[in-house]
C-alpha cells in the first residue's frame, strides 16, 4: 500500500499546518461530515473537492470556526485548538475568503479590509472610536501591491467596482490578515475566463507568502492548475488525498463520485494517478 | 490553461458578460476620471432636485420665495423633520425602520411640559424629554435586537402604545406653559443680517447632521452600521457585536425623537399627547428615501437625508405660498416623493456594476 504513489499521509513539507481528525458533524438526524480528516501544508495551495453534499462547506466552516464540530479534533502547528467564533480562528490566524465576498457595499475598499478589526487614532479620540483612516488606507495599498492587485479608488464604495475588483479586495482582506490558513470558498464561480485566471495567479501569489491555501472549487481544471494537494471528500468523508503530479480531471471526478472504488478503498487509501 | 493561454486570454476581448465588466485590465474600464465624476453624481444626489424646486417656486410665486425671511421659515419647518430623519438614517442603514419616532416625539415632548412647570426646575424639561426618548428606543432596540423581533412589527406596535402613554401623561389634554423657560430653543433666531436670521431650530438641526455624519462615516460605530446594513451575515463572521449596533441605532433615534419633542414643545409652548407628531414618521422616512438611502440598508448618506427633508420643506411651504389647498399639498407631496425616487432609481441603474 505505500508504495502506490501519491497516497495519504506523505508528507509533502514536514508537518501539516493545519490538521483536523475524526470530524463528525451533525445537524439534528442528518450527519454532515462522518469522520471527515484534513491537511494543509505551509506555502502550499490544498484543493477540497467533493460532489454537492459531500460536506466540502460544513468542513470548512468547522475548520474556520463558523461551526462547532460534533466531535473529532484539530491541531493547528501541532497543537490542538478548538474554535467558539470565527474571531478565535482569525487570532490564531486562519481567515476565510466566503463565496458572497463578504463585503460591505457602501464601504470604500479600505474598510472592507479592515472590519471588525479597525484601526483607531492614538489618544483619547481612538478611545471615542474614531478611525485611524490613513493608516488603514496606507496597510491597505501596501496588502493590495504586495499581491499586485491594481484598483482605481481607494475611497469609492465598494459597491462601484468590478465583481473581479471586489472578489480581489476579499482575497487580499483574507492574505493581509492570514498568518497561516486561508480558505477559498469557490472563487472562481462567479468569474470570466480572464478574472479567473487572475484570481488563480492570486492564489498562487498567496501561496508564495507562505500561508497554506485552501481552495474549495468545483472546477477540476482550477484545481489541477493551481493545487499542490487534493484532497477528495465524499458522503462526509476524506476518501483520498492525492499530490498533484500528473493527475487528470477524469481522475479527480472519478474519485469524487465512487467511480473508482474499485481501485482504491475508501476512507483508507488515495489514488494512483 | 497554461500560461501562454492566460496571456493569450488576456489580450483578448473578454469573451463572457462577465469577463466584459473586468476593469483592473488594461485600459478596457472607466477612467478614473469617470469614477470622480460618477461618485460625485452618487453624493449630491437629489440636490438638483431641491434646487429646481426653490428656483421654480420663486418664480411660480412672483419673487416671494427665496428672501432670507421665507428660507428662515424653510429653515424652521425642515428642523424637526430633520433630526427625526437623522436617526431614522441610523436605523435605515442597519437594514430596519423605525415607526414610533412621531409617538415618541409626542410622549417627550408631554415629559418637557410636565416637568417644565415644576417650580425652580423647568430646564430639566430638557433632559426629561431626551430621557424619555431614549427610553422608549431602547425599548424598540432590545425587543429588535434581543428577541429578534422584526423592527416594522416592533415599532408598529410602540407607534400605537406610546402614543397611548403620551395622551396617558396629559390625561388626554393639552398642557400648556406660556412661561416656558427654553422657549428659546424653539424661537429665537440668531441675526445675520437685518431681516435676516438663522432659527435656532435649523442649528440644532445641523448641529444634528454635521454630529451623525462624523459617527457615519469616522468612527468604527459608523462602518458597523454601514457593514450591519450592507452584510449582516459578514458583519457577524467579522465579530462584529449586531445585537450593540442594533440597540444603538434605535436608542438614537428614540433620544432625537426626544429632542424633536424638545424642539415641538419650545416652539408651541404646549403639547398635545394625541395631535403632536401625527405622521411625523412618514415624513422622516420621506426624507431618508428622498437622500437616496436604501431601504434594505447599507447604502445612504445623512447629507441625502438633510437635503430630502429640506425638499419636503420647501414644497410644503412653497406651495402654500402658492395659495395650493392642503388637500393638494398632500397629493402633490406624495408624487414627487414617488416620482423623485423614481428618477434616482432610472439614474442608479444607469450606473449599476456587476
Redesign the interface.
Known sequence: MTTVPAVPNVTPKGDAILQARGIVKRFGHVEALRGADFDAYAGEVTALIGDNGAGKSTLVKILSGVYAATSGQMTVDGKPVSFASPSDAHAIGIETVYQDLSVCPDLSPSANMFMGREALRPGLLGRLGFLDNPTMRRESAVAFQKLKVALKDMDAPIASLSGGQRQSVAICRAAMWAKRVVFMDEPTAALGVVQTARTLDLIRRIRDTGVAVVLISHNMRDVIQVADTVEVLRLGRRIASMRNTGITVPDLVGAMTGALDAVAEPGEQGVAA | ?SEAD?KA??AAV????????????GGA??S?RQ??I??VIQAIGMLPVLIILAIAFHYLGEGRFLTGQNLSIVAQQAAINCVLGAGMTFVILTGGIDLSVGSMLAASAMSALIVSLVPGFGLLGVPAALLTGLFFGLLNGSLVAFAGLPPFIVTLGSLTAVRGLARLMGSDSTIFNPDLSFAAIGNATIPITSGFGIPVLAIIALVVIVASWFVLR????G??I??VG??P???R????KVWRILLFVYAVSGLLAGLGGVMSAARLFAANGLQLGQSYELDAIAAVILGGTSFVG???SIWGTLIGALIIAVLSNGLTLLGVSDIWQFIVKGLVIIGAVALDRARLQG?A??
Open positions: 490553461m492566460e486570454a488576456t473578454p469573451a463572457s458578460p462577465a469577463a466584459a465588466s473586468a476593469t483592473i485590465i474600464g472607466l478614473s469614477v470622480q460618477r461618485s469616522r468612527t468604527v460605530l462602518v458597523w454601514y457593514a450592507g452584510n451575515a459578514a458583519a463572521l467579522s465579530g462584529i447599507g447604502i445612504g450606473n456594476r456587476t
